[in-house]
């Protein structure tokens, strides 16, 4: 029997209006171009401004520019999965007001949390209903509005955050192509060097919470980096060695965009060149689910069919992988 292989066929994305630099951040806290760039390799991040601008703007935009760039019509869309940790409401999801918006009445949708992690875990779901044979298009967005939950009078972590967001066609082939194999990985103990410690079910929101501001990001940053360091390089060398790739073999790495210190010590472990990597953080910082979406959509042209790529990521709580692809399309 012939597998069906789920294949990228289409990319979108899209960025808010809105940039904040270095430079605007140096007049907020106590920081400096120079030690931000150095650390992160970041100069500036898309800010999403307006009232009642929820994350699923940036999701809408990015599969509006992918539907448009394929020319499809939304009725054919079977299946839309959200990562994103910034949902516009504990419920309805934001892939269900996505859907809505855009006249996808004939899919059916959910958001998927994995922090920034979070669309390695949706490509990967995705594969497995295009892989069943039952499903003939599926959309994965990956976009998160970092700034919603960003205490910007701390500096450990307004300088690293950002709003974006992409999205990705997913549809069957049987050519050797497509999601070739994943590795997927969590670890629930590292809940108390990166989380939102409010606004669930364990802490709801109350004026304590509020105040004491716990509806923010909290990051204890010298764990997070050892542990990134270590589980996003040795889980992308671990999808190479099991599937018998060596680094001659690797056409692009697509690493969450997370720290380019994290990037270059994972690209070292796989041996790959600088010229093979994947990067933008410079001009976006961390959108968190939506790092490789966009990385895609800012290399499409360069791709070619057969391209072997490895993304790559590791997000908090924990949750990190890896995801062998070969491309299915000539860059346009």
């Known amino acids: 029997m012939t597998k069906i292989r789920a294949a990228i066929t289409g990319v979108g994305g899209w960025l808010p209006e809105t940039v904040l630099s270095n430079a605007d951040l140096e007049k907020m806290v106590d920081t400096t171009d120079e030690w931000i760039l150095s650390r992160t390799g970041i100069k500036e991040r898309r800010i999403l401004k307006g009232v009642d601008q929820g994350v699923s703007v940036l999701g809408e935009n990015a599969c509006k520019d992918l539907l448009t760039k394929k020319g499809i019509d939304p009725l054919e869309i079977d299946l839309v999965i959200f990562a994103t940790v910034t949902p516009d409401h504990q419920f309805p999801s ?47 967005i990956g976009a998160d509005k ?16 950002g709003d974006g967001g992409g999205a990705v066609l997913l549809e069957p082939t049987t050519e050797d192509i497509g999601v070739m194999d994943f590795l997927l990985h969590t670890d629930g103990s590292g809940v108390n060097y990166l989380n939102l410690p409010a606004g669930g079910s364990k802490r709801p929101p109350s004026h304590a919470t509020v105040d004491a501001k716990q509806h923010f990001v909290h990051q204890e940053g010298q764990a997070v980096y050892k542990h990134a360091v270590v589980n996003m390089a040795e ?40 010229e093979k990597v994947m990067m933008n953080i410079e001009r976006y910082g961390n959108t968190t689910a939506g790092t490789l979406p966009l990385l895609l959509w800012d290399y499409e042209k360069q791709l070619k069919k057969g391209d072997t790529l490895i993304f790559s990521a590791f997000g908090g709580g924990f949750t990190w992988g890896a995801i062998y692809v070969k491309w299915a399309y000539n860059g346009q």
Not at 128 to 138: A, R, S
Not at 146 to 161: E, L, N
């Open 235 to 274: 889980v992308s060398a671990r999808i190479m060695e099991k599937n018998n790739l060596s680094s001659d073999d690797v056409t692009w790495l697509v690493p969450h965009q997370a720290n380019k210190r994290i990037v270059d010590a994972t690209a070292s472990r796989m041996g790959l060149p600088e």
């Open 94 to 140: 934001s892939a269900n007001l996505v859907c809505d918006r855009l006249g996808m009445k004939n899919a059916w949708g959910f958001d998927l949390s994995a922090a920034c992690s979070g669309f390695l875990f949706a490509l990967s779901t995705g594969t497995q209903f295009i892989e069943t044979g039952l499903y003939k298009k599926v959309i994965i």
């Open 146 to 161: 970092m700034s919603a939950i960003i205490d910007y009078s701390d500096r450990t972590t307004c300088v690293i955050f």
